[in-house]
């Protein structure tokens, strides 16, 4: 299970990656073949990161399942947590479910991918949960048909067919996660798809647009083209980006009301002057985050001239700052903060703040505290200080 900091998410993709790729005849199992210098399951887990996040199941060849867990590590940055590498089966149905029963319980949402569709944008994935969310129980991703299609018996042509009335399946597949265990529980045959086992139980399906980009490596001509398309416009050519930040804030004791201070109400404390609430740990943090961004300081977004930041607390200044960051194109990683005061004692109720401000900032945020030997405005108790650095991915 992932670090209690990090919430759980709702959602969780399941990646086929146990197929033997017999038709690619490369000799080794497809998801290992490589693309360039990585290999088909690097670049599909790629963009299932770069995706809403979500708990991330690979079903591996069961002596492949270490190297899987080595590519997933390689790209998964701050999510590494939300990675479970289990053996396959030897059909796709029963690896999928080798999948399913890897799947975390507060878990609603399951999608199918496959990992042999390594260059499917996010977009994709997105688009996916997006219909689940809106209340579909099962959605999969299409692409119009183009070719004139005929129906054929031997090498006879029978007759043409209304192609306004077909579309080209892809992955990943989405379900609610209920429909799904259901339908597997209840398989008797195999199926082609996720999505053909789950209407055979009587569920609608319904679509999203697919990807050009999402067709499936299965031969060496699908291979040559997907080197191509990498070698003239890289899809996602390596992790993303991690850059830093620092901030601090320093504020007085002499305000009035209650001391505010790491998100939480500290009560019988005294309490800190400021435009705000005088909360200085929670203030470091968003210098930190916002100077990772480079999207300035605190006073850019939350000076005197914004009236409505008057006596706000740390959830609004934190959701705020999340906003700005991923606007500009950045993911928050994590923080860590320290505070420099002679009260209030922080030892009792530092997890208490570590989780109030990764449930504002929606980022993992480690909090320490200290005194500095009776020295300076934080030793006497005339002020407060806080020193923080934080972690940004460009995504």
């Not at 005849?25 to 497809?30: C, E, I, L, S």
């Not at 209840?186 to 050009?212: F, I, N």
């Amino acid at each position: 299970m992932s670090d209690p900091l990090v919430p759980v998410p709702h959602t969780a993709v399941i990646v086929v990656a146990a197929g033997s790729g017999q038709r690619l005849g490369a000799g080794v199992p497809k998801a290992f073949v490589g693309l360039d210098t990585h290999t088909v399951l690097r670049h599909a887990l790629e963009g299932v990161f770069a995706a809403p996040a979500a708990q991330v199941v690979i079903v591996a060849p069961s002596d492949r399942v270490g190297d899987a867990l080595t590519e997933a590590r390689a790209v998964a940055g701050e999510r590494h947590d939300l990675v479970t590498v289990v053996a396959g089966g030897l059909s796709r149905q029963e690896s999928v479910a080798a999948g399913l029963r890897a799947v975390w319980p507060d878990v609603e949402r399951v999608l199918v991918h496959d990992a042999a569709r390594a260059l499917t944008p996010p977009e994709v994935f997105a688009r996916v949960i997006d219909a689940l969310t809106d209340g579909k129980d099962a959605v999969l991703p299409v692409l119009p048909v183009v070719d004139t299609v005929k129906r054929v018996s031997g090498d006879r042509v029978r007759e043409p067919i209304d192609r306004s009335e077909l579309a080209a399946a892809q992955t990943p597949q989405g379900f609610r996660r209920t429909i799904l265990d259901a339908a597997y529980a209840a398989a008797s045959a195999e199926h082609t798809d996720d999505a053909a086992l789950v209407q055979s139980m009587g569920t609608p399906v319904w679509t999203v647009p697919g990807d050009e980009r999402s067709f499936k490596i299965t031969t060496p001509g699908d291979l040559d083209r997907a080197r191509a398309l990498l070698a003239v416009a890289p899809v996602r050519r390596s992790a993303p980006v991690p850059r830093v930040g620092v901030g601090t804030d320093v504020h007085a004791v002499g305000g009035s009301g209650d001391l505010w201070l790491a998100g939480l109400h500290w009560p019988g404390e005294p309490s800190l002057h400021g435009h705000s609430d005088g909360d200085a740990v929670a203030h470091a943090i968003v210098d930190a985050v916002l100077a990772a961004a480079g999207l300035g300081d605190i006073g850019t977004h939350f000076g005197t001239d914004q009236p409505q930041y008057a006596g706000a607390h740390a959830e609004a200044f934190m959701a705020r700052t999340r906003e700005l960051v991923e606007a500009a194109g950045f993911s928050i990683g994590n923080v860590s903060v320290q505070v420099q005061a002679r009260r209030p004692r922080f030892a009792a109720r530092r997890a208490e703040a570590e989780h109030a401000l990764s449930a504002a900032l929606g980022a993992p945020v480690a909090v320490s505290a200290t005194t500095t030997d009776g020295l300076g405005y934080t030793g006497t108790g005339d002020g407060v200080a806080a020193f923080a650095v934080a972690l940004v991915y460009s995504v």
